[in-house]
């Protein structure tokens, strides 16, 4: 059975990305790793780093060198605050670690937990510490859900991950049940990803314990997406699935969090898909954490002239700068758009497409109560208009122009 929820926009074409392998990146020139404002440095300033180096911690969560270089300290970059490594260019150079050598079943939420902060485990769909979304959870979550869609109908990375890495990502998922002390963990990919569910059901063979589920072909997903469609309930403004006792993750979060305490190593990479018209090469990527964007264009080939890379949709199309945030799946590269804008001609198709059920138009008469107080500012209205209408641009600017009054 293939699974709906409200809104949301079909893909005119899907990612030919599917059939492309992880291609795994050592070798960039520098890592910017990101630092909040009380974040403190261990390693001293211009000394020579492994990867797998404690050179730092932010917000409680050690922070480690993700590739072997030259530990340049915490640097003010574009607004941001990050930990910088220049790469020595050596491969080989890692630090020693000491695998997990307790068996899962004798983990508690607690181990578990301090496992994810030890190791530096993050949740990529947020950016957010695993260990503080683990803190206190035990008992507190019905279902975990691996939320295996894909942020943008060009990306194939969580795809990618569930075919070559099914093994670590249902050991992670194990974990987290572990963890959370939820019954059951499901699934959730897109329904025409039947390899990627297929090969998941190798490992994860037992039905008390997992499920798949298959969702229609739309975008954007999300928890809203994920809760109307696997438990038929609408979330309320401000509350997340979390509040409902639904713990989501990322494919990635699970696969990083079996490999770092298999290994003992801190998650020291972060997989992405890199794609767009504007870009030469088309790739997925397992990449060190905070590898630069120009690094990330160069592997692949250079961004055309005129292109820019967009974080993770093009909905809502967040320009990406600097290095690679924790939380970014796939990286677009595209030209900015140039759609004609005419007169609205009351198709309704942005209504349709909000999963919010809010009327995005509303906005063109100055009526905006509902969309200032519901809108996650997803972008699907402005994507689907056929008169190029700037939905969300217009949305924006007068709930933050509302806001500042
Ligand atoms: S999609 Fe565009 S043209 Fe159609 S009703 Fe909405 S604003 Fe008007
Ligand atoms: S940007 Fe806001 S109004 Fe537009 S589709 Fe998304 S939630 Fe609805």
Known sequence: MILDFPGGVRPLSRTKLGK???EYISACSAVCIKADEGAKTVAAIGSRVLRGSLIGESGGTPVYASVAGVFRGI???EDNRYFVVMNSGEDGEEAVYSPESRAITELNCADICESARRLSVVETRSGAPLWKMLENANGKFRRLVIDCTETDASGAINYRLCIEQAKALVGGAKLLLQATGALKCVFA???????????ILKYANDEKLFAIAQLDEKYPYGDRAIMEALYLTTLDKNETAFDRGIFIVSPETAVALYNSMAQGMPMLDRYITVCGDEIAQ????????????HDISVICGGIKKGGRLIENSLLSGKLASGALSDCTRTLIAAKKQTKARTECISCGKCADACPIRLMPLNVLAGDIDDLRDNCIYCGACEFICPSGIPLLKLIKKRCNAEAEQ
């Open 20 to 22: 492309s392998n992880i």
């Open 75 to 77: 640097m003010e970059l």
């Open 189 to 199: 990919a897109e329904h025409y990803r039947n390899a990627a569910l297929e090969s």
């Open 282 to 293: 088309g790739k997925n990527l397992c990449v060190p954490r905070g590898i630069t964007l």
